[in-house]
């Protein structure tokens, strides 16, 4: 069932492209990433198009094998969500959802969640292509998962993007209350795991705010 406010952006979305006006976005990560509840909160409170790659499985959000064709790199804005590796691997134990069942999809060996140290490095180089690759895109945005627990924070990350990106937005700021996948983000309980600051954490980190540093 659509909501009205999915109803009337869809509206207000369609008619921006046809004058030429309309922003879309893209999301990549590993399943278990946080993707849903992040693509609600764009949703909800940005007028922008989300591209779920049905027709284009290279704009499938949990593609681990993308290609840097220039459509996506000029037509999209690209939102990385970032989780580090052990709350991912624990996200994973809990609920693996489509995750296992994906990896035929691209060509990659089978695994289980027993196989913790093939897991860390699919996990590595999932995001060892964007760190090495996101000079050369413009339109790209590194979300670490640890942001979006503070909803003060959430409200500075949709107006740096609206800031930004010359997105409209919605009147009243709004937090996703169910996201698919998942009953509700336990705050308490991910705050209480510790950071895991290796070399990727750190290099993900540099980039948010070497970014976001440009608008200041």
Do not use: C
């Amino acid at each position: 069932m659509i909501k009205l406010y999915q109803l009337e952006k869809r509206v207000i979305n369609n008619f921006l492209y046809l004058i030429g006006k309309g922003n879309t976005f893209v999301i990549y990560s590993p399943q278990r990433s946080f993707s849903n509840f992040f693509r609600q909160l764009i949703e909800m409170n940005l007028f922008i198009n989300y591209e779920q790659g049905k027709k284009n499985l290279n704009y499938y959000k949990h593609n681990p094998k993308v290609k840097l064709d220039i459509n996506l790199k000029k037509k999209f804005i690209i939102f990385i969500l970032y989780k580090e590796f052990n709350l991912w691997y624990e996200s994973i134990k809990r609920n693996p959802a489509d995750f296992f069942l994906k990896l035929n999809d691209f060509k990659i060996n089978p695994m289980t969640i027993r196989d913790k140290k093939k897991l860390k490095k699919y996990h590595k180089n999932f995001y060892d292509f964007w760190i090495l690759n996101a000079h050369k895109i413009k339109n790209i945005e590194f979300v670490n998962f640890r942001e979006v627990l503070n909803d003060n924070n959430n409200q500075f990350l949709l107006n740096y993007f609206k800031k930004k990106y010359n997105l409209k937005s919605n009147s009243t700021f709004k937090i996703p209350t169910t996201i698919r996948f998942s009953k509700k983000i336990n705050k308490k309980r991910i705050l209480k795991f510790p950071i895991t600051k290796d070399t990727q954490f750190k290099k993900i980190n540099k980039l948010i705010k070497q970014r976001r540093d440009l608008l200041i």
